[in-house]
């Protein structure tokens, strides 16, 4: 089974720009892998963020965007709001079986 | 307004079964793929597998196959996920949720807690 791998942990200020990636131990992350994004708060279930690479659902804040960069997939926040403080995970589907990375742990501080 | 409900939280001991039941309310359930997620305590989430509760196909990682089983019924809206030979590693939160194209993974169920201790 692939690894997904993301950064543990980052810290933007607020009102500042933040780019988390997802890799695939695989290779590139193309837009095959369908790449979502979702937010979890503490004690909460997850939400998503981003579809598809960069689908924004109705909910989400433009703020977010996701694009594939570098050959990995990336969530960028720019405008950080002290409310975007959480864990991220992006999950990527090989053949329909799906991986969730690690998580990154956003601080906004 | 779509809304999952789930079942309870459950104990058992090594090696008994679990199965966790995902009611769905407010969108057609036989229309989206319903995926199953845990999450243990303190850890990061974890995909199990989908069900498409039109045809009851399954998808399931390689991590659960043979120890997992998921289903629906059609009938009463609902998806069920069944665990088997547990063991303290599977304490762990457990959330289902539609993939509803723009909507991305959604709703999201409440959770269910099961603990796995002698």
């Known amino acids: 089974q692939a690894v997904v791998t993301q950064e543990p942990s980052l810290t933007v200020s607020p009102g500042g720009t933040v780019t988390l990636t997802c890799a695939s131990s695989?290779?590139?992350?193309?837009?095959?892998?369908?790449p979502y994004w979702f937010q979890q708060k503490a004690g909460q279930a997850p939400t998503t963020v981003i579809y598809?690479?960069?689908g924004r659902p109705a909910g989400t804040p433009a703020r977010f965007s996701g694009s594939l960069l570098g050959g990995k997939a990336a969530l960028i926040l720019s405008g950080a709001q002290p409310d975007d403080e959480g864990d991220y995970y992006c999950?990527?589907?090989?053949?329909?079986?799906?991986?969730f990375g690690g998580g990154t742990k956003l601080t906004v501080l | 307004q779509a809304q999952l409900v789930q079942s309870g939280s459950e104990v058992r001991e090594p090696g008994a079964s679990v199965k966790v039941s995902c009611k769905a309310f407010?969108?057609?359930?036989?229309?989206?793929?319903i995926h199953w997620v845990r999450q243990a305590p303190g850890r990061g989430l974890e995909w199990m597998g989908w069900i498409n509760p039109k045809n009851g196909a399954t998808k399931y990682a390689q991590k659960f196959e043979g120890r997992v089983s998921m289903t629906g019924d059609t009938s009463l809206a609902t998806a069920y996920m069944e665990l088997s030979s547990l063991n303290s590693e599977d304490t762990a939160f457990y959330y289902c949720a539609p993939e509803r194209g723009r909507l991305g993974f959604d709703p999201w169920g409440q959770g269910t807690l099961v603990t796995v201790s002698s």
């Open positions: 999950l990527l589907s090989y053949s329909g079986v799906r991986v």
């Open positions: 695989t290779g590139s992350v193309t837009t095959g892998h369908s």
């Open positions: 407010g969108y057609p359930f036989t229309g989206y793929y």
């Open positions: 598809d690479t960069n």
